[in-house]
Protein backbone atom coordinates (compact mmCIF):
# COMPACT_ATOMS: atom_id res chain seq x y z
CA UNK A 1 0.00 0.00 0.00
CA UNK A 2 2.80 2.07 0.75
CA UNK A 3 4.42 1.28 -2.63
CA UNK A 4 0.72 2.35 -4.28
CA UNK A 5 0.86 5.57 -2.50
CA UNK A 6 4.29 6.89 -4.02
CA UNK A 7 3.48 5.19 -7.25
CA UNK A 8 0.55 7.81 -7.04
CA UNK A 9 3.02 10.54 -5.75
CA UNK A 10 5.51 9.67 -8.62
CA UNK A 11 2.75 10.14 -11.29
CA UNK A 12 1.52 13.49 -9.83
CA UNK A 13 4.95 15.07 -9.84
CA UNK A 14 5.53 13.75 -13.50
CA UNK A 15 2.11 15.52 -14.31
CA UNK A 16 2.61 18.27 -12.32
CA UNK A 17 6.09 19.21 -14.27
CA UNK A 18 3.94 18.23 -17.69
CA UNK A 19 1.16 19.61 -16.95
CA UNK A 20 -0.59 16.74 -18.11
CA UNK A 21 -3.36 14.90 -16.37
CA UNK A 22 -4.63 13.23 -19.47
CA UNK A 23 -4.58 9.85 -18.57
CA UNK A 24 -3.18 8.02 -21.26
CA UNK A 25 -0.63 10.80 -22.34
CA UNK A 26 0.32 10.37 -18.52
CA UNK A 27 0.76 6.53 -19.10
CA UNK A 28 3.02 6.65 -21.33
CA UNK A 29 4.81 9.02 -19.29
CA UNK A 30 5.42 7.46 -15.79
CA UNK A 31 4.39 3.34 -16.62
CA UNK A 32 7.99 2.28 -16.91
CA UNK A 33 8.66 4.32 -13.73
CA UNK A 34 6.00 2.65 -11.86
CA UNK A 35 6.61 -0.94 -13.09
CA UNK A 36 10.50 0.02 -11.90
CA UNK A 37 9.25 0.66 -8.25
CA UNK A 38 7.73 -2.99 -8.23
CA UNK A 39 3.87 -2.08 -8.65
CA UNK A 40 2.16 -4.97 -11.26
CA UNK A 41 0.61 -3.46 -14.62
CA UNK A 42 -2.73 -3.36 -12.83
CA UNK A 43 -1.54 -1.77 -9.93
CA UNK A 44 0.39 0.89 -11.99
CA UNK A 45 -2.99 1.46 -13.99
CA UNK A 46 -5.01 2.23 -11.40
CA UNK A 47 -2.05 4.82 -9.76
CA UNK A 48 -2.42 6.39 -13.09
CA UNK A 49 -6.47 6.03 -12.83
CA UNK A 50 -6.50 8.07 -9.64
CA UNK A 51 -3.87 11.00 -10.59
CA UNK A 52 -5.25 11.33 -14.06
CA UNK A 53 -8.39 12.83 -13.58
CA UNK A 54 -10.35 16.21 -12.68
CA UNK A 55 -9.35 15.05 -8.92
CA UNK A 56 -5.85 14.60 -9.56
CA UNK A 57 -5.28 17.51 -10.55
CA UNK A 58 -6.20 19.52 -7.33
CA UNK A 59 -4.66 16.01 -5.23
CA UNK A 60 -1.56 17.51 -2.96
CA UNK A 61 -0.36 14.24 -1.94
CA UNK A 62 -1.49 10.64 -1.91
CA UNK A 63 -1.41 9.27 1.57
CA UNK A 64 -1.33 5.58 2.32
CA UNK A 65 -4.66 4.22 3.07
CA UNK A 66 -5.73 3.30 0.72
CA UNK A 67 -5.27 0.94 -3.00
CA UNK A 68 -7.53 0.22 -5.92
CA UNK A 69 -8.25 -3.30 -7.72
CA UNK A 70 -9.76 -4.67 -10.57
CA UNK A 71 -11.22 -7.00 -11.89
CA UNK A 72 -7.76 -9.02 -12.34
CA UNK A 73 -6.57 -8.38 -9.48
CA UNK A 74 -9.36 -8.96 -7.22
CA UNK A 75 -11.43 -11.87 -6.58
CA UNK A 76 -13.89 -13.29 -4.47
CA UNK A 77 -13.34 -16.71 -3.00
CA UNK A 78 -16.64 -17.85 -0.67
CA UNK A 79 -16.56 -15.39 1.68
CA UNK A 80 -12.68 -14.18 1.46
CA UNK A 81 -11.18 -11.72 -1.01
CA UNK A 82 -8.14 -12.47 -3.18
CA UNK A 83 -5.83 -10.02 -4.24
CA UNK A 84 -2.91 -9.67 -6.34
CA UNK A 85 -0.50 -7.41 -4.46
CA UNK A 86 3.13 -6.88 -4.61
CA UNK A 87 3.70 -9.26 -2.22
CA UNK A 88 1.83 -12.17 -4.17
CA UNK A 89 -1.41 -12.93 -4.02
CA UNK A 90 -2.98 -12.68 -0.30
CA UNK A 91 -6.68 -14.40 0.72
CA UNK A 92 -8.32 -12.15 3.09
CA UNK A 93 -11.70 -13.54 5.34
CA UNK A 94 -14.36 -11.04 4.74
CA UNK A 95 -16.19 -10.25 8.42
CA UNK A 96 -19.92 -9.75 7.06
CA UNK A 97 -23.46 -9.57 8.19
CA UNK A 98 -26.80 -11.05 6.92
CA UNK A 99 -26.85 -7.62 4.62
CA UNK A 100 -23.78 -8.17 2.78
CA UNK A 101 -24.37 -11.54 2.66
CA UNK A 102 -27.35 -11.32 0.76
CA UNK A 103 -26.20 -8.53 -1.28
CA UNK A 104 -23.55 -10.67 -2.15
CA UNK A 105 -25.51 -13.40 -3.09
CA UNK A 106 -27.34 -11.21 -6.00
CA UNK A 107 -24.69 -10.20 -7.59
CA UNK A 108 -23.62 -10.86 -10.54
CA UNK A 109 -19.89 -10.64 -10.75
CA UNK A 110 -17.19 -8.67 -9.13
CA UNK A 111 -15.95 -5.02 -11.31
CA UNK A 112 -13.52 -4.64 -8.45
CA UNK A 113 -12.46 -2.99 -5.18
CA UNK A 114 -10.95 -0.57 -3.03
CA UNK A 115 -8.78 -1.97 -0.26
CA UNK A 116 -8.86 0.89 2.56
CA UNK A 117 -7.80 1.35 6.13
CA UNK A 118 -9.96 2.86 8.64
CA UNK A 119 -8.62 5.39 10.78
CA UNK A 120 -9.03 3.23 13.82
CA UNK A 121 -6.49 0.55 12.30
CA UNK A 122 -9.11 -1.47 10.69
CA UNK A 123 -9.29 -2.99 6.78
CA UNK A 124 -12.28 -2.35 5.26
CA UNK A 125 -13.00 -3.51 1.52
CA UNK A 126 -15.56 -1.73 -0.73
CA UNK A 127 -15.99 -4.23 -3.47
CA UNK A 128 -17.96 -2.83 -6.73
CA UNK A 129 -20.45 -5.82 -7.81
CA UNK A 130 -22.51 -6.23 -11.07
CA UNK A 131 -26.29 -6.74 -9.93
CA UNK A 132 -28.96 -8.09 -12.24
CA UNK A 133 -31.77 -5.17 -12.32
CA UNK A 134 -35.10 -6.31 -13.28
CA UNK A 135 -36.75 -6.02 -16.28
CA UNK A 136 -39.34 -3.79 -16.00
CA UNK A 137 -43.33 -5.11 -16.86
CA UNK A 138 -44.57 -3.56 -19.70
CA UNK A 139 -47.45 -1.88 -19.90
CA UNK A 140 -49.96 -0.65 -17.46
CA UNK A 141 -48.05 1.04 -13.96
CA UNK A 142 -48.66 4.57 -12.75
CA UNK A 143 -46.26 7.93 -13.66
CA UNK A 144 -45.43 9.71 -10.78
CA UNK A 145 -44.22 12.98 -10.90
CA UNK A 146 -41.21 14.77 -8.84
CA UNK A 147 -40.77 17.80 -8.14
CA UNK A 148 -37.73 18.79 -6.53
CA UNK A 149 -37.64 22.27 -4.66
CA UNK A 150 -35.99 24.30 -1.25
CA UNK A 151 -39.37 24.74 1.37
CA UNK A 152 -40.29 20.90 0.03
CA UNK A 153 -37.46 19.04 -0.88
CA UNK A 154 -39.60 16.60 -2.98
CA UNK A 155 -43.18 16.69 -4.03
CA UNK A 156 -44.97 13.99 -5.94
CA UNK A 157 -47.64 14.11 -7.96
CA UNK A 158 -49.34 11.69 -5.85
CA UNK A 159 -49.82 13.95 -3.04
CA UNK A 160 -46.77 12.88 -0.68
CA UNK A 161 -44.51 15.85 0.22
CA UNK A 162 -41.21 15.70 2.16
CA UNK A 163 -40.86 18.30 4.13
CA UNK A 164 -36.90 19.93 3.53
CA UNK A 165 -37.87 21.94 6.89
CA UNK A 166 -34.20 19.81 8.88
CA UNK A 167 -32.23 19.47 5.90
CA UNK A 168 -32.39 23.11 5.91
CA UNK A 169 -32.23 24.05 9.26
CA UNK A 170 -29.16 21.63 9.80
CA UNK A 171 -27.68 23.09 6.90
CA UNK A 172 -27.76 26.43 7.48
CA UNK A 173 -26.53 24.72 11.25
CA UNK A 174 -23.36 23.98 9.39
CA UNK A 175 -22.94 27.06 7.57
CA UNK A 176 -23.02 29.53 10.81
CA UNK A 177 -20.91 26.88 12.41
CA UNK A 178 -18.20 26.84 9.68
CA UNK A 179 -18.28 30.87 9.38
CA UNK A 180 -17.22 30.34 13.35
CA UNK A 181 -14.01 28.43 12.60
CA UNK A 182 -13.79 30.25 9.76
CA UNK A 183 -12.91 33.30 11.30
CA UNK A 184 -10.78 31.86 13.80
CA UNK A 185 -8.76 29.74 11.27
CA UNK A 186 -8.13 33.62 9.48
CA UNK A 187 -6.64 34.94 12.81
CA UNK A 188 -3.16 33.61 12.86
CA UNK A 189 -3.18 33.24 17.01
CA UNK A 190 -5.97 31.41 17.10
CA UNK A 191 -5.23 28.92 13.99
CA UNK A 192 -4.04 25.98 16.04
CA UNK A 193 -4.57 22.81 15.05
CA UNK A 194 -7.20 21.69 17.13
CA UNK A 195 -9.36 24.24 15.14
CA UNK A 196 -7.56 23.44 11.17
CA UNK A 197 -8.91 19.44 12.88
CA UNK A 198 -12.16 20.91 13.84
CA UNK A 199 -12.90 21.82 10.34
CA UNK A 200 -12.27 18.83 8.50
CA UNK A 201 -14.03 17.32 10.78
CA UNK A 202 -16.95 19.89 10.27
CA UNK A 203 -16.38 19.33 6.55
CA UNK A 204 -16.78 15.72 6.89
CA UNK A 205 -20.07 15.76 9.10
CA UNK A 206 -22.13 18.02 6.30
CA UNK A 207 -21.21 15.96 3.74
CA UNK A 208 -21.84 12.46 5.27
CA UNK A 209 -25.48 14.33 6.48
CA UNK A 210 -26.41 15.50 2.79
CA UNK A 211 -25.63 12.59 1.18
CA UNK A 212 -27.09 10.39 4.04
CA UNK A 213 -30.44 12.57 3.57
CA UNK A 214 -29.90 12.29 -0.63
CA UNK A 215 -29.99 8.17 0.13
CA UNK A 216 -32.82 8.23 1.93
CA UNK A 217 -35.22 10.41 0.06
CA UNK A 218 -34.72 8.82 -2.96
CA UNK A 219 -35.49 4.92 -1.04
CA UNK A 220 -38.56 6.72 0.46
CA UNK A 221 -39.77 7.63 -3.01
CA UNK A 222 -38.43 4.60 -4.60
CA UNK A 223 -40.36 2.39 -2.12
CA UNK A 224 -43.30 4.25 -2.53
CA UNK A 225 -43.60 2.98 -6.29
CA UNK A 226 -44.19 -0.92 -7.68
CA UNK A 227 -42.35 -2.40 -10.65
CA UNK A 228 -43.69 -1.43 -13.91
CA UNK A 229 -43.94 1.95 -12.69
CA UNK A 230 -42.62 5.24 -14.00
CA UNK A 231 -41.03 7.85 -12.37
CA UNK A 232 -40.99 11.37 -14.23
CA UNK A 233 -38.29 13.92 -13.08
CA UNK A 234 -37.18 17.09 -14.53
CA UNK A 235 -34.43 17.28 -16.90
CA UNK A 236 -31.91 19.70 -15.14
CA UNK A 237 -28.25 20.53 -15.51
CA UNK A 238 -28.78 22.10 -12.47
CA UNK A 239 -31.14 23.91 -10.48
CA UNK A 240 -28.32 26.73 -10.02
CA UNK A 241 -29.41 28.36 -13.03
CA UNK A 242 -32.98 28.81 -12.03
CA UNK A 243 -32.39 31.01 -9.06
CA UNK A 244 -33.91 34.18 -8.14
CA UNK A 245 -33.52 34.39 -4.61
CA UNK A 246 -31.70 37.12 -3.27
CA UNK A 247 -29.33 37.18 0.11
CA UNK A 248 -26.66 34.46 1.12
CA UNK A 249 -28.51 32.22 3.01
CA UNK A 250 -30.73 31.58 0.74
CA UNK A 251 -28.32 31.51 -2.53
CA UNK A 252 -26.31 29.06 0.11
CA UNK A 253 -29.01 26.55 0.02
CA UNK A 254 -30.21 27.18 -3.57
CA UNK A 255 -26.31 25.94 -4.72
CA UNK A 256 -26.73 23.19 -2.58
CA UNK A 257 -29.51 20.98 -4.08
CA UNK A 258 -27.19 18.04 -5.61
CA UNK A 259 -29.41 17.25 -8.87
CA UNK A 260 -27.33 15.39 -10.20
CA UNK A 261 -26.32 13.36 -7.91
CA UNK A 262 -29.75 12.88 -6.62
CA UNK A 263 -30.85 12.01 -9.69
CA UNK A 264 -28.69 9.20 -10.20
CA UNK A 265 -29.05 8.32 -6.80
CA UNK A 266 -32.83 7.76 -7.58
CA UNK A 267 -31.85 6.35 -11.00
CA UNK A 268 -30.25 3.35 -9.50
CA UNK A 269 -32.85 2.72 -6.74
CA UNK A 270 -35.52 2.71 -9.56
CA UNK A 271 -33.38 0.48 -11.81
CA UNK A 272 -33.32 -2.05 -8.77
CA UNK A 273 -37.00 -2.06 -7.90
CA UNK A 274 -38.10 -2.14 -11.99
CA UNK A 275 -39.52 1.06 -12.18
CA UNK A 276 -38.54 3.40 -15.47
CA UNK A 277 -37.01 6.70 -14.97
CA UNK A 278 -37.57 9.44 -17.27
CA UNK A 279 -36.50 13.09 -17.94
CA UNK A 280 -38.92 15.58 -19.05
CA UNK A 281 -38.45 19.52 -20.19
CA UNK A 282 -38.86 21.63 -17.02
CA UNK A 283 -40.15 24.93 -18.24
CA UNK A 284 -42.78 26.29 -17.05
CA UNK A 285 -43.75 23.36 -14.70
CA UNK A 286 -44.67 25.64 -11.96
CA UNK A 287 -46.55 28.14 -14.11
CA UNK A 288 -48.99 25.85 -16.06
CA UNK A 289 -52.33 25.08 -15.08
CA UNK A 290 -52.96 21.01 -14.63
CA UNK A 291 -56.35 22.02 -15.56
CA UNK A 292 -56.78 23.93 -18.67
CA UNK A 293 -53.13 24.36 -19.34
CA UNK A 294 -53.37 28.14 -19.08
CA UNK A 295 -49.46 29.50 -19.05
CA UNK A 296 -48.72 32.20 -17.03
CA UNK A 297 -46.30 33.88 -14.49
CA UNK A 298 -49.04 34.98 -12.38
CA UNK A 299 -50.70 32.05 -11.87
CA UNK A 300 -47.95 31.28 -9.51
CA UNK A 301 -49.65 33.18 -6.48
CA UNK A 302 -46.82 32.60 -4.26
CA UNK A 303 -44.48 30.21 -3.21
CA UNK A 304 -46.95 27.65 -2.03
CA UNK A 305 -50.12 28.91 -3.86
CA UNK A 306 -51.24 28.35 -7.49
CA UNK A 307 -54.27 29.80 -8.96
CA UNK A 308 -54.91 29.73 -12.53
CA UNK A 309 -56.21 33.38 -13.64
CA UNK A 310 -58.11 31.40 -16.40
CA UNK A 311 -59.69 28.55 -14.85
CA UNK A 312 -59.77 29.71 -10.97
CA UNK A 313 -57.91 26.25 -9.88
CA UNK A 314 -56.64 26.45 -7.28
CA UNK A 315 -53.98 24.10 -5.63
CA UNK A 316 -50.72 24.19 -3.80
CA UNK A 317 -47.05 25.11 -6.09
CA UNK A 318 -45.49 22.39 -5.34
CA UNK A 319 -47.86 19.52 -6.33
CA UNK A 320 -48.91 21.36 -9.67
CA UNK A 321 -45.48 21.17 -10.88
CA UNK A 322 -45.53 17.76 -10.04
CA UNK A 323 -48.58 17.19 -11.72
CA UNK A 324 -47.78 18.92 -14.93
CA UNK A 325 -44.14 16.74 -14.81
CA UNK A 326 -46.50 13.59 -14.55
CA UNK A 327 -48.58 14.99 -17.46
CA UNK A 328 -45.36 15.57 -19.67
CA UNK A 329 -44.48 12.05 -18.86
CA UNK A 330 -47.33 10.64 -20.35
CA UNK A 331 -49.39 10.21 -17.49
CA UNK A 332 -53.37 10.89 -18.15
CA UNK A 333 -54.86 14.35 -17.88
CA UNK A 334 -56.63 15.90 -15.09
CA UNK A 335 -59.56 14.02 -15.47
CA UNK A 336 -58.17 11.26 -14.15
CA UNK A 337 -55.39 12.51 -12.35
CA UNK A 338 -57.80 14.42 -9.76
CA UNK A 339 -56.01 16.62 -7.16
CA UNK A 340 -54.27 15.25 -4.98
CA UNK A 341 -54.72 15.71 -1.04
CA UNK A 342 -51.30 16.83 -0.09
CA UNK A 343 -49.64 14.47 2.64
CA UNK A 344 -46.51 16.39 4.33
CA UNK A 345 -43.70 13.76 5.74
CA UNK A 346 -41.57 16.04 7.86
CA UNK A 347 -39.47 13.69 8.84
CA UNK A 348 -37.77 11.10 6.34
CA UNK A 349 -37.52 7.95 9.06
CA UNK A 350 -40.43 8.05 11.79
CA UNK A 351 -43.44 7.33 8.97
CA UNK A 352 -44.33 3.67 8.40
CA UNK A 353 -43.59 3.02 4.59
CA UNK A 354 -47.01 1.60 4.04
CA UNK A 355 -48.56 5.04 4.31
CA UNK A 356 -46.65 6.11 1.27
CA UNK A 357 -48.49 3.76 -0.72
CA UNK A 358 -50.81 5.32 -2.75
ZN1 LIG B 1 -56.61 26.75 -15.51
Redesign the pocket.
Given at each position: MHLFAEGCNHALRVARERGEFRRFKLHRLVCRDLRAMGLSANLAVQAIARVGCKKGSRAKLYQPTSCAFDQRTLSLRGEAVSLTTVAGRLVIPMKLGNCQRGVLARARSVQGGALTKGPKGKWYIHLALRVEAPEPPTGGGKVVGVHLGQKALATLSNGVQFSGGPLKGKRLHFLKKRAEVRSKLDRPSERTKGVKRLWARLRGREARFVSHTLHTLARRIVDGLEPGDTLAIEELTGLRGRTTKRGSTERHLHHLWPYARFRSLLEYKAALRGVRVVAVDPRHTSQQ?P????TARE?RKSQALFR?T????QHNADWVAAANIAQRAGSMGMGRCKPARILRVSSLHRLPLESLRL
Open positions: CRCGHNCACGF
